[in-house]
């Protein structure tokens, strides 16, 4: 990892109120769409930057060489009130450079490595491993299948949990080949192909664990998602306040944990074919371990 070189930018950003290439605009419309919330939280909703990248240089290499992204949400709305009564622009309100990253290399040379590693803590895998044994369907049921985006060695679902289908897309083989709980795996970088190479209606359930912040083309992404989705399918994207910060896009290190619940439930708006996202704050114990964060939506049965 080469992070500290890329310590500037994010340091700069919080000397200013943001002179990062994430577009102002684009957080100052994160403000807008949630009334409520913004004259109550002005700092946390626009900037969720000054904590984040202190915290991110005294937390360098915890939890497998990732870093501390952003602010925790330690006062402020309670998240499962973040995404409620948005009022949405009417056009995808994100520009180009917020999906830039500051490393734009070749992810295939990021991920040829593999990281046999886990990417948060105990403690939030727990919480995590809890909230799908709550919402998955039964293990053993048959005709269900499930699809875990930028997988890994492992998926974070209950113990012996199984269905017909579970597969893995990910950009290491060799960590997908060592995951237990898939039965099949597909090797591909979704920056350069958004296009899942499943047929329509497959999936009951998608997952995605503290990896949405990579993708660079999540509309496509996400039309993709509601595509294999069966009817009333679910999609679970889970995240925490870590990542491989070079990676992210820049709208995502430059802002904080209630912006990112924002701009994943924009996502599933902006696809369309989805239910009103909605959000839920898993965390196991507030302040002492890894905050986790879940945004979900069920793809609308006519869609
Ligand atoms: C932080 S790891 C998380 C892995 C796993 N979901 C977990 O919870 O341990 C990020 C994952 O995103 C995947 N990923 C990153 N960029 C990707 C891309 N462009 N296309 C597909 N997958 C990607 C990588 O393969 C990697 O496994």
Not at 15 to 33: E, G, I, M, R, V
Not at 119 to 128: N, Q, S, T, V, Y
């Amino acid at each position: 990892m080469t992070n500290f070189i890329g310590l500037r930018l994010p340091l700069l950003c919080a000397s200013f109120s943001c002179s990062c290439s994430c577009s102002s605009s684009t957080l100052l419309l994160l403000n807008k769409w949630n009334k409520g919330l913004v004259k109550a939280y002005p700092r946390r909703m626009v900037l969720g930057i000054g904590a984040s990248f202190l915290g991110m240089a005294s937390s360098a290499f915890q939890a497998s060489n990732s870093f501390i992204a952003s602010a925790r949400i330690n006062s402020g709305p309670s998240v499962d009130q973040i995404l409620k009564n948005v009022e949405w622009p009417e056009q995808f309100p994100f520009k180009d450079e917020d999906f830039q990253r500051f490393d734009e290399s070749s992810d295939a040379l990021f991920y040829e490595a593999p990281r046999f590693v886990t990417h948060i803590d105990d403690p939030a895998i727990a919480a995590l491993t809890k909230y799908y044994s709550k919402v998955f369907p039964p293990s053993n049921t048959p005709g269900v299948s499930i699809l875990d985006m930028c997988s890994s060695w492992v998926s974070h679902f209950p113990p012996g949990y199984k269905q017909e289908r579970v597969v893995g897309l990910g950009m290491n083989e060799e960590e997908l080949k060592r995951n237990p709980v898939l039965t099949e795996y597909v090797v591909q970088d979704l920056n350069v192909n958004p296009k899942l190479p499943f047929e329509d209606n497959s999936f009951d359930v998608i997952t995605n664990v503290v990896s949405v912040d990579y993708l660079t083309k999540p509309l496509d992404v996400f039309k993709e998602m509601r595509r294999v989705l069966k009817p009333g399918g679910l999609a679970i994207m889970s995240f925490s306040n870590r990542c491989f910060w070079t990676k992210a896009i820049s709208i995502w290190t430059s802002t904080g944990d209630a912006d990112h619940v924002m701009i994943v439930g924009a996502y599933f708006h902006y696809a369309g074919g989805f239910e009103p996202p909605q959000a839920v704050d898993i965390s196991p114990n507030p302040g002492r371990s890894d905050p986790m964060y879940i945004v979900y939506s069920r793809k609308l049965p006519t869609a």
